[in-house]
C-alpha cells in the first residue's frame, strides 16, 4: 500500500522541482537582460566613399577649433586631446521594451544648439545616436569635427527618421524572435542605403548599398526611409541634374 502511493509522491516532488526553477529563472530580472539587448545607432555619410571623415556627427562642445587630421564633418570646428562617445541612444530589448526611451525629439533643437543639453537635463549624462567605431567610451560625446555647411539638411533628416526607425527596428526584432532567430552577439548588422532625392525633397529611388545579412533589418531601414519622406529641400549645392543622392546606414548589435 506504502508503495502504491510513493510513485505519484515522487513524480509530483520532480515536477514541482522543474516548475519552481522554472519561476525563479522567469522572475530573474538579469536573465535575459543583457543577451537580448538590443543598440541602435547611425552612420550618416557623404558621397561614395565611406570613409570615417566623411561621417556627420554631433559633438559637445570645445574651446579648442582646431582641424584636425582625423575630424568628422559636424556644424563647427572642434577638437579635443581625447576623442570618447557616450552611452547609445535607444536601447530595445527581447520582449520589444525599450530601455531608454530616447528619440531625435528630444533632440529637436537649432543647428547652432548644443544637441546634448536638452538629454544631459532629462538623462543626467549624454547620449549618441551615432555610430563609433574606434572611439573610447566616455560619460559624454567628444568629437574632433569640422565645420561643414550641409549639416543642418542632414540633421532634419535624421531628426525625422530616428522615431520612425526605433519603432521599425523594435517591430522587426520581435518579429525575429516570434520565429525563434536570434542575432549573433558582437556582431554589428549594418544596412547601408543609397537615396535619391527631388529638389523638393521627394524620394526618386532608394535602395540597399549593403547589406546586413538580415533581411528584416534592411527591410526595416527601408521601411522607415519611405515612411519619413518627404524630406527638406535638399540645398542647391547637393543638386546635381535637379537631385540630391544620400547614403545612410543603420546599424543594430546585440
Do not use: C
Not at 66 to 93: E, V
Not at 243 to 249: D, I, K, N
Amino acid at each position: 500500500m506504502r508503495h502504491k502511493f510513493l510513485f505519484p509522491l515522487v513524480l509530483f516532488s520532480i515536477i514541482f522541482l522543474h516548475f519552481s526553477v522554472m519561476v525563479i529563472r522567469l522572475n530573474d530580472p538579469g536573465s535575459h537582460h543583457k543577451k537580448n539587448e538590443l543598440i541602435k545607432t547611425m552612420k550618416v555619410f557623404i558621397k561614395e566613399d565611406l570613409k570615417v571623415k566623411n561621417q556627420i556627427v554631433r559633438s559637445e562642445e570645445s574651446d579648442q577649433l582646431k582641424i584636425m587630421d582625423d575630424s568628422y564633418l559636424s556644424d563647427k570646428n572642434r577638437s579635443f586631446k581625447k576623442q570618447t562617445k557616450a552611452q547609445a541612444l535607444g536601447k530595445f530589448q527581447k520582449n520589444g521594451g525599450v530601455k531608454k526611451k530616447l528619440s531625435f525629439s528630444h533632440l529637436g533643437l537649432g543647428v547652432r544648439e548644443d544637441p546634448f543639453q536638452k538629454v544631459r537635463k532629462d538623462q543626467g549624462t549624454s547620449s549618441t545616436s551615432d555610430y563609433l567605431k574606434d572611439i573610447p567610451s566616455g560619460d559624454v560625446t567628444n568629437l574632433n569635427t569640422k565645420e561643414y555647411k550641409y549639416f543642418g539638411f542632414y540633421e532634419r533628416i535624421r531628426q525625422k527618421l530616428e522615431g520612425i526607425w526605433g519603432t521599425s527596428i523594435q517591430d522587426k526584432a520581435q518579429e525575429l524572435f516570434r520565429k525563434g532567430r536570434g542575432l549573433s552577439f558582437s556582431t554589428e548588422y549594418v544596412t547601408s542605403l543609397q537615396i535619391t532625392l527631388d529638389e523638393r525633397g521627394e524620394i526618386i529611388k532608394i535602395h540597399v548599398l549593403s547589406g546586413s545579412g538580415v533581411q528584416e533589418l534592411d527591410k526595416g531601414a527601408l521601411e522607415s526611409f519611405k515612411k519619413a519622406a518627404p524630406f527638406p529641400n535638399p540645398p542647391r549645392g547637393l543638386l546635381v541634374n535637379g537631385r540630391a543622392v544620400l547614403q545612410w546606414g543603420f546599424v543594430v548589435k546585440n
